[in-house]
């Protein structure tokens, strides 16, 4: 109150809040103060929400180790827009969830700026990298530093592949047509059966999925219903890059198989 006293000066009075401050926290009081502010001086409230929207920034750092550091401050307008199309995404979802919310927060970042759809990114790497044998060298992307094997595996499963023929002098000598690995008419029956991630537990809807390969199509898995399954984003980097397995059942159930699980004995000495 006193704050406000100082900002508005004549036009402040005080027996217009004393009754809300004794209703209310403190946190509730700042609200209404600011409702009272708005209902003196329109303008004045207008001109500092102006103020704020022109302090607005955005900074994009590439750390060391590759990652993308990220730092910046929204107008009250703007981060309640990105607050209302995180938040929903920022739940937790299906079995094994243990994400902090600072990690949910980053991932449905990523989940909406992709729009539910295959990312459009260019990933160059040889089919030795793609296939994850030993010796090969990583994959690259544009803006990014050099990355591994499963993670070009992942991408891979649900997107477009262009053929492009080197030389031995790294000289582009041919450039095959885009093609799409899940197409649209099977894409579109896939959602339809699936509806959502088929991780046990998780519902996230279908549009926020991709399609998976549950024996990849680089080493000869069909790219058929059979063969795929809608994965969210989390689900589906657990699947490549965190070791995890996916079986299908004979009723067409999905079971997950954590990566610290082994079957069968330790082999002993010979």
Known sequence: MGRTADQMGKAFDESKLLPLAKENSPG??????????????????NRAQEELAEERSLRLST????????????????GAAVRTALEPLAQPSGAHDDRTREQRLADALVERLSGGQPANLQVTATIETLKGLAGAAAGEMEFS???SSSSVQRMACDCSVTRVLLSQESVTIDVGRSKRVISGGLNRALKARDGHCRWPGCERSASMC????LVHWIHGGPTDLDNLVLLCRR???MVHE????????SDQQIVTIAPTITFGLPRGPD
Not at 63 to 78: F, H, N, S, T, Y
Not at 210 to 213: K, S
Not at 242 to 249: A, E, F, M, N, S
């Open 28 to 45: 509730k009081f700042y609200y209404k103060v600011l409702h009272y502010k708005h209902s003196v001086d329109a303008g004045a409230y």
């Open 63 to 78: 750390a060391e180790d590759g990652c993308l550091v990220i730092r910046g401050v929204l107008d009250p307008i703007g």
């Open 145 to 147: 530093f050099p990355i």
């Open 210 to 213: 991709d399609g998976h390969h």
């Open 235 to 237: 689900h589906h980097r």
């Open 242 to 249: 965190g070791g995890w397995q996916l079986i299908k059942t």
